[in-house]
């Protein structure tokens, strides 16, 4: 198959890594920041989740973190031996755990913030306040279209 061939096989352009290319220029901008704290993109993700909506059960934070199970158990570890989070099995079903943050990872989130803030501000400086608010409603469409329990658009 010829350049040209390949060319034409496909009618779209890629998602997927268009997708992949925009999250990397975000995290970039975010990524001294962790790392000057010492925190993972994925840890961050659970420390932010937790902040905003208290505690959570692993299955919770697997969907909303986008973390696989597998890595989450190790990453929910490593914070528990940091001390940023605990892990209590629920009363009614010692199967289940809910994860917190502990005021360790309280504070952690308060120190970064500001930092973080920051970032998100120059990111709407370079990019528009409009577009902004017009990309988080296009991602927040996007994800509820993609939801496997959504109907199909027309």
């Known amino acids: 198959m010829s350049d040209d061939e390949a060319a034409k096989v496909f ?5 997927p ?4 290319q925009a999250r990397e220029r975000v995290i970039a901008r975010f990524r001294p920041a962790l790392n000057a704290a010492g925190v993972t993109e994925q840890q961050w993700r659970i420390v932010r989740a937790l902040l905003e909506l208290g505690p959570l059960e692993p299955r919770q934070i697997v969907t909303l973190c986008a973390i696989s199970s597998p890595s989450l158990a190790g990453v929910l570890a490593r914070m528990d031996d940091l001390g940023v989070v605990s892990r209590v099995r629920l009363d009614h079903d010692a ?3 809910q994860v917190s943050l502990t005021p360790k990872g309280r504070a952690l989130a308060r120190k970064l ?3 973080i803030e920051t970032v998100y501000a120059a990111i709407e400086q370079r990019i528009g306040h409009r577009f902004t608010q017009d990309f ?3 991602l927040d469409e996007l994800i509820v279209l993609l939801d496997d ?3 199909p658009a027309d």
Do not use: F, G
């Not at 009618?11 to 998602?15: I, P, S, W």
């Not at 890594?17 to 992949?20: E, F, M, Q, T």
């Open 11 to 15: 009618r779209h352009r890629n998602l």
């Open 17 to 20: 890594l268009l997708l992949l």
């Open 95 to 97: 199967r289940r755990v």
């Open 113 to 115: 913030a500001p930092q």
């Open 136 to 138: 988080y409603r296009t």
């Open 149 to 151: 329990d959504s109907e």
